[in-house]
């Protein structure tokens, strides 16, 4: 089709291919190259084209239209005639090589026609053109040239046309392929990686490959429309109003759920309607839903120290089923009115959180103290509608007294042939007084066949009467007055073979020798005694020597720098560690608080904060700061215990425990009438210890009373306050010295301490008297509303407080013991210690009230008959008067009564007893 000339290259340049117009069929004049020398043998007729740009091409295919003269046709031809041709190409960059260089071209093909022509007659010739197409891997260089070799044939070429493939542009899967070049061999494929469409996402890697002739083969992967928008014709349209689409997928829009709308188009999620909500874990094509109403009759059993809670469904579920009760649970100790949340101790049963059900068992909760359930009710959009509080209810209840938890381990100590000790920790929780430990034991191979049971009071036991080396299975459980705890986990022991035998004997033999000499010295002490209790002079130098070992208690007053006893005796705590929440109380110096204190590297724990008030002499600096310097010496379970001291800033602070029920006195008041006795004894018994302590310390308190005894949450009373106590000196006078003139507590005084200012740890016998007095009367006070002066008056005269109503009997004689005039004739805190355990392990002995012998009250006659003579002031607490069914008009505390004379005799006659009516 080119205008004008070609201009090939072609050797020879003349006599071989020449360029020639002619008419093609329909007689459109076109260009060719024809040869024709087939009567000259050795023909090598080149003819070359122009260079051709390869543009990237692998493969080309060249297209050769010609003609070709049979030689059959060609009259007088000889062998020299060819139908033949051959064609070449060579590689190059460049696009001007001037001469054509044979040796540099590759033949591609020899080129036969399809049809030749023949005979044709002049001037009706016939045209018969052949089409011839090759390919060749051209990838080398930029370009190519081709050339036609002509060895002696008569031909025309009509038409060359180069080309190459391509794989065209395409969509497949939602993947654009773009146009491709086929590969170099006619057998390869090229791989092509697809774009998504515009609003789509991959779904998979799309592919597809380019095979060699053009054609798209096996496509893999494609896109998805994205969220919003949806295949329509091979492309994503938007979703329109209405209608959402949430994820890239294959699937098309979809109308928006219930309660939810879409306005514009493209929507991946509808909106809720006001008041509804979605949950961030909702799907989308979920409809909006809306948050639980409150639970329902929210009911609670309380067992012990467990509390079953129940509660229907919420009557309003907000269209959806996931309605739970995502946390519950707050405690109160009832006496200081501060709500704590719930320990982690507490057993939440199926769980605390994220109830499905609507029960809950909540387990090992403080006994006997106030607790406050909430119990919310919540479901997937309680969050995202903001509503919090209104959907929950509550209830309060008050857990009752529980068994002790079982003992958790069991250690033997000693182990012979025929016999093992034991001995092993006090349970975890109490839950009261323990009043006897009960072991059950076994021969492992009996199992549970046949046992044996002992029963002690200490926390060990010896077992005899064992078989030798055999395995026996052990089980401790506490009992209190709530009954037996749970035995514990079974331990193993086994006996010896009895090697240690002899040893054993030896020692035996060396135990009864002591014993011997024991006994031989309690008989000597009997007899020289005097008094009921076998007392040791109370202040004398003999208790110290009787004791040697025994820690003895400072005086901080008697260092010269009063820091430097309370950088001794007490830890320096860091303000930061200190939390302080809430007034519980006023102390003599300032504010009392309760607060948390976390100390590095332990659990935080509550505590009691005493601050000294602004504005302080030094004297109320040292005063104030003494109580730590003593309370710090002293490590004892009844004894309040020092946690620190904060001196290094402003205002100083005194950091204790913390005693959730407060001081003994109130406590008591608040609940009276509802302990049992052995609790109450439990209680007597836990101050006796802790004084048993002070006493062998030789600090006397001075002002032992129920207000002064704090109680934990156990029911564990620890005695307090220390600011006014001073030690016991040796020096005889030193109980008449008192460096600061303090007004004396004179109901709980024992009278020569009153008088002459004699404190000793007799005289806080006595307090102590007034102590179990005040307990068993639940919080009384001591000697009603009597002056102080009558109080003196009516004890030196021989008054002595009378029992209160239900009060045991013995427990009214150990008061009266307390109250001896005579102080060496008082119990020490050891007998009465001894005494009070007694009384906790045979319960019947409590048994016995004053109450039984119709109204009997032990007071002293002598001062009966002497200040009354015929008429009797019958002091009866106000329980007292209303169980007797009296009403006095004032209410007073005295019931002024008189006896006959007879009665009166009849009174003296029973010593320490009289009638009241
Ligand atoms: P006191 O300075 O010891 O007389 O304390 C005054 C009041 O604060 C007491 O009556 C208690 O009610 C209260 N209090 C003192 N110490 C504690 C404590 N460790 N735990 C609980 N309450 C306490």
Redesign the pocket.
Known sequence: TVPGELKWAASPSEGGWEEVSIMDEKNIPIRTYQVCNVLEPNQNNWLRTDWIPRSGAQRVYVEVKFTLRDCNSLPGVTGTCKETFNLYYHESNEDRESYIKESSFIKVDTVAADESFTQVDVGDRIMKLNTEVRDVKVTTRKGFYLAFQDVGACIALVSVRVFYKTCPLTIRNLATFPDTITGADTSSLVEVRGSCVNQSEEREEPKMYCGADGEWLVPIGGCFCSPGYEEKGGACKACSAGFYKAKSSDAGCFKCPPHSHSVRDGATVCDCHSGFFRADSDPPSMACTQPPSAPQQLISVVNETSVVLEWAPPRRLGGRSDTNYPRMGSGSISS?QLCLPCGSDVLFSPGQTGLKTSRVVVSELRAHTHYTFIVHARNGVSQASGAGAAQSVSVSVTTNQAAPSPVSSILAIDVTRHSLSLSWQQPDRPNGVILEYEVKFYEKDQKERSYRIMRTFSRSVDVTGLNPLTVYVFHVRARTAAGYGEFSAPFEFSTNSGIHAVKFKIIARMLSLVFFICVLNLHHLCLIRRSKYSKTKQDSEEEKHLNPGVKIYVDPFTYEDPDQAIHEFAKEIDVSSIHIEKV??????GE?C?GRLRVQGKREIY??I?SLKAGYSDKQRRDFLSEASIMGQFDHPNI?RLEGVVTRCKPLMII?????N??LD?FLRKHDGQFTVIQLVGMLRGIASGMKYLSDMSYVHRDLAA??I?VNSNLVCKV??F?LSRVLEDDPEAAYTTRVRRKIPIRWTAPEAITYRKFTTASDVWSYGIVMWEVVSYGERPYWDMNNQDVIKAIEEGYRLPAPMDCPVVLHQLMLDCWERERAERPTFSQILNMLDKLIRNPGTLRRTGGDSTWVYPLNTAWCASVCLNIYLCLCTRREMDRLGIITPSHQNILIASVQQEVLSQMQHMQHSMVPV
């Open positions: 200081s519980i109380g006023m102390g003599e110096f009392v309760s505590v009691a005493k309040i204790t425990e913390y005693m959730e407060g001081s109130a207000r002064n704090l307090s306050d600011g």
